[in-house]
Nanobody
Framework: QVQLVESGGGSVQPGGSLRLSCSVS????????LAWFRQAPGKEREGVAV???????AYADSMKGRFTISQDNAKNTLYLQMNNLKPDDTATYYC???????????????????????WGQGTQVTVSP
């Protein structure tokens, strides 16, 4: 059973940066998708970025250029580097796993919440002056 634990959230001013981490434990299988999602108050959970076992990545259109997903397999850790943060980025951020999975990262469903069976507890990011 895969377990996910996020960390790194906090409060930052607009234009600032944060790096979120997600510790991955358990058997994640050889082929997988790991993703970041976020949920703002009163809004549905939305996909942010996804990565597979080969390091291929994909992003939601609104996050391209500002967010970077990466993984350190030696540390069993998933990251989300967020730059030029805006107040609209305020949300609880979750990491999630879809494993085993052969779905390509650019598949239309690669950032669909229903594709992910394992979720972390979330970490809060607040962007305000």
């Amino acid at each position: 059973q895969v377990q996910l634990v996020e960390s790194g959230g906090g409060s930052v001013q607009p234009g600032g940066s944060l790096r979120l981490s997600c510790s991955v434990s358990g058997n994640i299988y050889a082929s997988y998708l790991l993703a970041w999602f976020r949920q703002a108050p009163g809004k549905e959970r939305e996909g942010v970025a996804v990565i597979n076992e080969d390091g291929d990545t994909a992003y939601a259109d609104s996050m391209k250029g500002r967010f970077t997903i990466s993984q350190d397999n030696a540390k069993n850790t998933l990251y989300l580097q967020m730059n030029n943060l805006k107040p609209d980025d305020t949300a609880t951020y979750y990491c999630a796993a879809n494993a085993p999975s052969l779905m390509p990262v650019n598949h239309l469903q690669a950032l669909a919440t229903h594709e992910y069976r394992v979720w972390g507890q979330g970490t809060q990011v607040t962007v305000s002056p």
